[in-house]
């Protein structure tokens, strides 16, 4: 039984809003959000990104719009995009209204820098007209002077207020399209900021820590503030905010929905014992070695990669396809039921070979199509490696003599 999404609060109503075609908040599914990296005056280049980062699981990709090269790029890239565009806007009115005029799908302002209220206004009512969203990115690093002066520091109630204050100033002008993001670097700030934020809107939250540096530190830090958020229930879009290749942060965010259960499993989930002194053979290299071979199959298929027969087959019982190591040979198993027994230097061909049969034929056809003496042959291996390496390699009978004697009387 699946009990990963049902095991988490349930997701706090929010309004919903749609960015192109993704919509964002209510009953849609949680979206992954991720931001290139190129000059988005370099159209080609920047189209090359975005396709590579919706294909690791991108639904929404935001672009910088500093310049007036940028808006122009944009003009060309939002047609041609496969996700909608954001345009991330800092310091210039006239970029938000250029990337407007550009067509994208949705603005970021942020209410740090982007701060006469005259102009936020006319930013609003623009967007207003032309149905588009504007996501509200308060950022702890780079929150309104007065709000920090006032609260003492970026703290969580700080960055609200922040976002508040910008709110009304869109509904002013009868704008409520608007989703919210109150980010710190720090994850105990931001957690604390995103439960006050999801207590005082129901617009959607847009998670993320920001600037939480290079891979793999990075990767703990937004897993830390993002997960704990959504498994309370809050939250509507992420991003993870990495210092790498903004594939990295679309893979990841993908990854985090689907281990959450809160997205389908669109590729390979590949798992593997952390291997002991009971593995039969190198657990680290066969294991990437499939991770790399079955990626590229593309497969919604759950694999397993395990040291050993004496637990593996059993531990992973749960996974679509498995391998376990024994005795100079590999122990394929579908759903925990040996289906074939192969030489060791062939297990990740097996793997592939069979992920493509179940893929083709479904899990029932390749059990009905086991080796029949797969099993036995395996049991066999399994009670050879006990003898090796199980109780009676400490010799435990004698052992438990000695001990009684000791302890008699
Ligand atoms: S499956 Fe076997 S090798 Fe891997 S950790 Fe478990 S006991 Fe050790």
């Given amino acids: 039984m699946d009990v990963t999404a049902s095991s988490l609060s349930p997701r706090r109503l929010t309004r919903q809003i749609s960015v192109g075609s993704v919509q964002i908040g209510g009953d849609a599914p949680v979206s992954v959000q991720s931001m290139t990296t190129t000059k988005t005056a370099d159209v080609e280049g920047t ?5 590579a980062l919706a294909a690791a ?4 990709v935001r672009c910088t719009c500093n310049d007036r090269g940028a808006a122009e790029g944009l003009a060309q890239i939002v047609p041609r995009s496969p996700v909608p565009i954001v345009a991330d806007i ?4 006239e970029m938000a ?21 005259e102009e936020i206004k006319l930013v609003a009512s623009e ?15 780079s929150l309104h002077p007065d709000i ?3 609260f003492g520091g970026a703290t969580p109630e700080a960055l609200v207020e922040s976002a508040r204050i910008e709110l009304a100033y869109f509904e002013e002008v009868g704008f409520s399209d608007v989703k919210i993001s109150v980010k710190a670097s720090s994850v105990a700030t931001m957690i604390a900021a995103y439960r006050l934020a999801s207590e005082a809107f129901d617009h959607p939250l847009h998670l993320g820590v920001t600037e939480a540096g290079p891979l793999p530190g990075g990767l703990l830090k937004g897993t830390a503030g993002i997960a704990t958020l959504l498994a309370e229930g809050i939250g509507d879009t992420l991003r993870y905010s990495l210092t790498a290749d903004p594939v990295e942060e679309a893979r990841a965010g993908r990854q985090l929905l689907e281990v959450l259960g809160m ?6 989930d590949l798992i593997a014992c952390p291997s002991c002194g009971r593995a039969e053979v190198d657990v680290i290299k066969i294991a990437n070695e499939a991770q790399s071979a079955l990626s590229a199959l593309e497969l919604p298929i759950q694999v397993a990669v395990m040291g050993c027969v004496v637990n593996g087959p059993g531990e992973a019982r749960h996974a679509d396809l498995g391998i376990a190591a024994g005795k100079k040979r590999g122990h394929l198993f579908i759903q925990g039921q040996i289906v074939r027994v192969v030489p060791e230097d062939e297990m990740v061909a097996a793997l592939v070979e069979e992920a493509q049969k179940i893929a083709a034929e479904g899990i029932e056809a390749r059990l009905a199509a086991r080796d029949t003496s797969a099993e036995a042959e395996a049991a066999a291996d399994r009670a ?21 004697r000791r302890t008699e009387g």
């Fill in 57 to 60: 699981g991108a639904d929404i």
């Fill in 148 to 150: 920090y002066a006032r």
């Fill in 263 to 268: 997205r389908e499993r669109k590729g390979l």
């Fill in 90 to 93: 800092h310091f210039h009115v």
């Fill in 97 to 117: 209204l250029a990337a407007l005029e550009a067509g994208v799908h949705g603005l970021r302002l942020n209410p740090g820098n982007l701060r006469k209220p």
């Fill in 384 to 404: 050879l490696l006990l003898d090796d390496k199980g109780a009676d390699a400490n010799h435990a009978a004698e052992r438990i003599e000695r001990i009684r």
């Fill in 127 to 141: 967007a207003r007209d032309r149905g588009v969203p504007i996501r509200i990115g308060v950022n702890a690093g």
């Fill in 47 to 51: 189209l090359q990104q975005i396709y």
